[in-house]
């Protein structure tokens, strides 16, 4: 049995999807199993101290949102091997007061001394970041609007980690390493604006706004709290060539998706 936490997020619904496929028995946690609305064959359970979480596991998919109270029981029922969705923030010389990094860093910490096996996943920039833009994409306007038209990244699709999530549960060797995964060429949101029109048939164009504009319309997800570390790791991309790494592909036998085919993968979601 391998348990999944955030099982209704992007990484977390793709990889239970991946499991089920390789005949994997699969434990989905979710603080609302009725709205779920997950695959037929895992069993979905209500993330609460007081449901059997881990009876019968040997294996945990974790977030790091979901914090570090899970270890304790995991580790009495058996579970072994716990992957940890972690951050492409926590590297060498990376700023250790960033709330991103500390969050991150603070699981990492307490499973290396959890005595638990352990990979860390640290991928940087998601793609479905760029679902930010879908209310504005969805009235049919031609402008966005977004702060840093020239930062770069190198968006990763989230079925690309949930593939390496995959692949360092089910296969042997990934204990102890902390993989980085990136998406295979660099984009400026500028570039990302663009692709989404080209996947939706329109002409599509990126208007920067200051930063100091930004808030929860473009933002909606991001705790207010953490919004201006955010920002402030916006900016410090801008021209900045950002790390890509051929991980994907290494541990997967497949190249990661481009943020193109990302955008046409999730062309839907920016439809009126």
Do not use: C
Request: hydrophobic share 40%.
């Amino acid at each position: 049995m391998i348990v999944v936490t955030g099982a209704t997020g992007n990484v977390g619904r793709a990889l239970v999807e991946r499991l089920l496929a390789a005949g994997r028995p699969v434990r989905a946690l979710t603080r609302d199993p009725q709205r779920a609305a997950l695959p037929d064959g895992a069993e979905v359970m209500r993330l609460h101290p007081d449901e059997p979480l881990f009876e019968g596991a040997t294996q945990l998919f974790l977030y790091a949102q979901a914090g570090t109270d899970l270890l304790d029981a995991a580790r009495a029922s058996g579970v072994r091997h716990v992957v940890l969705l972690s951050s492409g923030i926590i590297q060498e010389g990376a700023d250790e007061t960033h709330p991103i990094h500390v969050m991150h860093a603070t699981v990492e910490r307490a499973l290396r001394d959890s005595g638990l096996d352990w990979t860390f996943l640290r991928p940087h920039a998601f793609a479905t970041n760029a679902l930010q833009y879908a209310p504005q994409i969805r009235t049919g306007a031609g402008t966005v609007r977004g702060v840093f038209a020239d930062a770069l990244s190198a968006p990763i699709h989230e079925d690309d980690i949930a593939a390496v999530a995959e692949r360092t549960l089910l296969d042997p060797g990934h204990e102890g390493t902390a993989p980085r995964l990136t998406g295979p060429a660099a984009t400026t949101n500028t570039d990302q604006i663009t692709a989404i029109g080209r996947a939706l048939g329109r002409d599509l164009h990126f208007t920067e706004i200051p930063p100091e504009q930004a808030g929860p319309e473009l933002f909606p997800h991001v705790p207010p709290h953490l919004l201006p570390g955010l920002l402030k790791s916006f900016e410090a991309t801008v021209g900045v060539p950002p790390e890509i790494t051929d991980t994907v592909e290494k541990i997967t036998g497949t190249p990661a998706r481009t943020f193109e085919q990302w955008a046409k993968d999730h062309a839907d979601a920016f439809r009126g």
